[in-house]
């Protein structure tokens, strides 16, 4: 039997051979570009992108915890969180917090979704300092109080309210109900005024001590840094908070697939005194992970990711009946959504699905012609590359890549990837995606009859 005093020998002399470990995961020319990987060893992983060339930085945390992760019960936890991290730790009130960042002209936030919470400040690089400092004691010292989650509740249901008042933003959500039902995915992240008047501070804070662990977060950085400086920085942050639970511990990996149920043909129609009726049309897409993801990304594009793309010209140039019709993808961890949006006048809803699924049916068992797929292999390159001229847009990258995919892809392999995509790979994405029996979520006044026909549109 091993004493006591040989174990903590042993332990002890295993946490002093723990040391950070660090990558290089893209070189670039002169290190512009460089994407450089530290893991600490308490399972913290902390990501950079040099650009000597800017005079700006975006420092965020990214933590893998998104509205997905939350019970029925719990459905909103994660949002309200994010809005309770802003309002003060041991060291720091609300008022210090937002007055730090403003004080340099720098500009503080945070987003929630289905699977990741972010948190991020940009300012100038001489500042980086005091972001992280900030932005490190936020997520490792908030103290979560129960007059804090009381006053915030009121601000959160204001949102709710805000977003119920924009039916061309709450389709998307009853698009995902209408294709998940009522599971993680189908539920939305800033949960109802119900499950949000139902969290208690105490509830609240025992999902923070669970999903804010080291291992569960990743720190990213783009601009004028020097990535050994914001590691230092940043593990004493995180040591000075006690944040480490163990001295040595491995990072959480990636989500994995979870066979996420969804829906075909299904309608779901909430009537609303709105001038416009907002429609989705939509079938499940492709996970985030699935290598035919790429040429999807073209099929998209040139479906309806523009103003040359077919939806755009059948439905607004041509005939006048939408100002704004567009499709999109979503990918998750095991499954993935594409959707066609429009709004238009109620009296037009029958045209305007009767169009999109006829174009939907026809690129499914036709394709895309050569010209079409060629304009939206340019059109994605173009947009990828324009997407990514500012450190926000590349905090965001390399910290979501890390997060979802544990990788880091440079650039020009992205674009390398886009221009691979042949017209084979979008015909073939096309039968399989477009092929499959849509569902349809609408948002407007429509009447009974016109209501009762909505089923031919998936029919």
């Known amino acids: 039997m091993t004493s006591r005093s040989a174990r903590t020998t042993a332990r002890t002399s295993s946490e002093a051979r723990a040391v950070a470990r660090t990558q290089t995961l893209v070189k670039g020319e002169h290190g512009i570009g460089t994407v450089r990987k530290t893991t600490l060893p308490g399972g913290l992983r902390i990501v950079t992108e040099t650009l000597p060339s800017v005079r700006s930085a975006t420092f965020g945390i990214w933590a893998h915890v998104g509205s997905r992760d939350e019970t029925p019960a719990l459905n909103g936890a994660t949002h309200y969180l994010e809005h309770l991290l802003f309002k003060g730790t041991r060291k720091r009130s609300a008022l210090d917090i937002s007055a730090a960042i403003d004080a340099v002209g720098g500009e503080m936030n945070a987003f929630t979704a289905k699977e990741y919470t972010c948190y991020y400040a940009r300012v100038l690089d001489t500042d980086l300092p005091l972001a992280i400092d900030v932005v490190c004691d936020m997520l490792t010292g908030s103290l979560i109080q129960e007059e804090d989650v009381d006053v915030e509740r009121g601000a959160i249901l204001e949102e709710i309210a ?9 389709v998307h959500d009853l698009f995902a109900h209408t294709m998940f ?36 977060l990743v ?42 149920v969804r829906a075909a043909g299904r309608v779901e129609l909430i009537g609303r005194k709105t001038e416009q009726a907002h429609v989705i049309l939509g079938m499940p897409g492709l996970a985030r992970t699935d290598e035919r993801r790429w040429a999807l990304g073209v099929l998209n594009t040139a479906l309806g990711g523009g103003m040359s793309s077919r939806l755009f010209q059948e439905v607004r140039e041509k005939r006048g009946l939408a100002y704004s019709v567009y499709s999109y993808t979503s990918g998750f961890a095991d ?30 068992e036709h394709g895309l012609t050569d010209d079409e797929i060629g304009r939206a292999v340019g059109q994605l390159q173009g947009s990828t590359v324009l997407g990514l001229e500012d450190t926000g847009a590349l905090m965001n990258r390399i910290g979501k890549s890390e997060l979802c995919w544990g990788e880091q892809m440079s650039v020009d392999d992205m674009l390398a990837r886009i221009a691979s995509v042949t017209p084979d790979d979008v015909r073939a994405v096309a039968r399989d995606v477009l092929g499959r029996r849509p569902s349809l979520s609408v948002i407007g006044p429509l009447k009974d009859k016109q209501a009762s026909r909505l089923h031919d549109a998936v029919a």
């Open 219 to 260: 720190v990213a950085a783009a601009g004028n840094v020097d990535h050994h400086k914001v590691v230092r920085q940043v593990r004493a942050a995180f040591e000075k908070a006690g944040a480490f639970r163990e001295p040595v511990a491995a990072p959480l990996a990636p989500r994995d697939g979870r066979r996420t």
């Open 181 to 216: 039902g009522d599971n993680a995915l189908g539920r939305p992240v800033l949960g109802t005024v119900d499950t949000v008047n139902a969290l208690t501070a105490d509830r609240i804070r025992r999902f923070y001590r669970k999903h804010y662990d080291p291992t569960h």
């Open 162 to 170: 805000m977003t119920e008042d924009d039916a061309g933003d709450c």
């Open 335 to 364: 499954c993935g959504l594409f959707g066609v949006y429009a709004g238009c006048r109620p009296a037009q809803v029958h045209d305007v699905l009767k169009i999109c699924r006829d174009e939907l049916d026809h690129v499914a």
